[in-house]
């Protein structure tokens, strides 16, 4: 952020603070995940916009150049996807105007707005849903399901984690480097002892790389959704491979019922989160036969 900005939060609480945005010529939002609240030019947490700092075009412009480490140029093949990666794993959404080739977007101009989402390591974050993904002593294929928000990829990252404790070996495909936090080669987080990384590369290329050179016996990966994905999936469950992965939708139930019949068919466990006690609140566990029998009708937890 500006160094105007990281003046105005630098007595901030940042341990519980999920997000930071930043709108031209609007006030500055911070998100602390129950509340949201903004900052007086003071430097003081306040709950009227009108009282808050408004975030100006150089306050933009300079953020930019500071998340992309100096170079604009050399960070456009994430701009044009709408983000950043820095260090630790924190993702920085970008907006603006799309600048399009052939009807492919090519970068973004005018940047009108930043997100900053803080990642975080949670240690026991997939406590509660570990015996499910293991249910029976045998590694399932998992997928986490919750609108953007509610802790999916912190949840994913234990994890991985945690399967690795239990003796599984495990490739992290982490195409927005967020799950492992790479730099220089090593991980940022704690991933576990058996987990190999795959940082910044494409998740359906990824998965038939690890697949064919790592012999894992799960692949992991964030935010799976387009048909390369789903058939990237379906191969490497042909190859006897577990694929833990998230998306986003309102619940697995909404997923299933909004297009994603073909994607889910591919799992064997569905969590669903939510941030109603605060991001990764576990709302509900189910199978494949569980989600398939309550289309149209009353959930059932396994």
Same mark, same amino acid.
């Given at each position: 952020?500006?160094?105007?900005?990281?003046?105005?939060?630098?007595?901030?609480?940042?341990?519980?603070?999920?997000?930071?945005?930043?709108?031209?010529?609007?006030?500055?939002?911070?998100?602390?995940?129950?509340?949201?609240?903004? @900052?007086?030019?003071?430097?003081?947490?306040?709950?009227?916009?009108?009282?808050?700092?408004?975030?100006?075009?150089?306050?933009?412009?300079? *953020?930019? =150049?500071?998340?992309? +480490? +100096?170079?604009?140029?050399?960070?456009?093949?994430?701009?044009?996807?709408?983000?950043?990666?820095?260090? %630790?794993?924190?993702?920085?959404? @970008?907006?603006?105007?799309?600048?399009?080739?052939?009807?492919?977007?090519?970068?973004?101009?005018?940047?009108?707005?930043?997100?900053?989402?803080?990642?975080?390591?949670?240690?026991?974050?997939?406590?509660?849903?570990?015996?499910? =993904?293991?249910?029976?002593?045998?590694?399932?294929?998992?997928?986490?399901?919750?609108?953007?928000?509610? %802790?999916?990829?912190?949840?994913?990252?234990?994890?991985?984690?945690?399967?690795?404790?239990?003796?599984?070996?495990? =490739?992290?495909?982490?195409?927005? *480097?967020?799950?492992?936090?790479?730099? /220089? /080669? =090593?991980? %940022?987080?704690?991933?576990?002892?058996?987990?190999?990384?795959?940082?910044?590369?494409?998740?359906?290329?990824?998965?038939?790389?690890?697949?064919?050179?790592?012999?894992?016996?799960?692949?992991?990966?964030?935010? @799976? /959704?387009?048909?390369?994905?789903?058939?990237?999936?379906?191969?490497?469950?042909?190859?006897?491979?577990?694929?833990?992965?998230?998306?986003?939708?309102?619940?697995?139930?909404?997923?299933?019922?909004?297009? /994603?019949?073909?994607?889910?068919?591919?799992?064997?466990v569905f969590i669903t989160l939510s941030k109603r006690r605060g991001s990764g609140t576990v709302e509900e566990v189910c199978s494949l036969d569980s989600l398939c029998a309550c289309?149209?009708?009353?959930?059932?937890?396994c």
């Amino acid at each position: 952020m500006s160094e105007r900005i990281q003046q105005l939060l630098k007595h901030i609480d940042f341990t519980a603070l999920e997000e930071v945005r930043l709108r031209r010529g609007r006030p500055l939002l911070l998100d602390f995940g129950t509340q949201q609240q903004f @900052i007086t030019p003071a430097g003081r947490l306040c709950q009227q916009e009108g009282a808050g700092y408004v975030v100006t075009e150089a306050d933009i412009e300079r *953020s930019l =150049v500071l998340a992309c +480490g +100096g170079s604009v140029y050399a960070c456009q093949e994430q701009l044009r996807h709408g983000y950043v990666t820095v260090n %630790g794993g924190n993702r920085i959404g @970008i907006t603006g105007s799309a600048v399009l080739e052939n009807g492919e977007i090519r970068s973004l101009k005018e940047i009108s707005g930043m997100s900053y989402r803080f990642a975080r390591q949670v240690r026991g974050a997939a406590d509660q849903i570990i015996d499910s =993904v293991l249910r029976g002593g045998e590694l399932h294929s998992t997928l986490i399901v919750s609108p953007p928000g509610c %802790g999916k990829t912190t949840l994913l990252r234990d994890l991985a984690r945690q399967i690795s404790t239990r003796g599984y070996k495990s =490739v992290i495909i982490d195409e927005r *480097s967020e799950l492992a936090a790479m730099a /220089g /080669g =090593v991980c %940022g987080y704690d991933v576990g002892v058996r987990t190999d990384v795959l940082d910044a590369c494409p998740k359906a290329a990824g998965m038939m790389m690890a697949v064919r050179s790592m012999s894992p016996q799960a692949v992991v990966t964030d935010e @799976i /959704g387009s048909e390369e994905d789903v058939e990237a999936i379906r191969s490497a469950l042909r190859c006897g491979v577990c694929v833990i992965a998230s998306a986003h939708a309102k619940s697995a139930a909404a997923l299933y019922r909004t297009g /994603g019949r073909e994607l889910c068919a591919l799992f064997d466990v569905f969590i669903t989160l939510s941030k109603r006690r605060g991001s990764g609140t576990v709302e509900e566990v189910c199978s494949l036969d569980s989600l398939c029998a309550c289309d149209g009708g009353e959930k059932k937890i396994c």
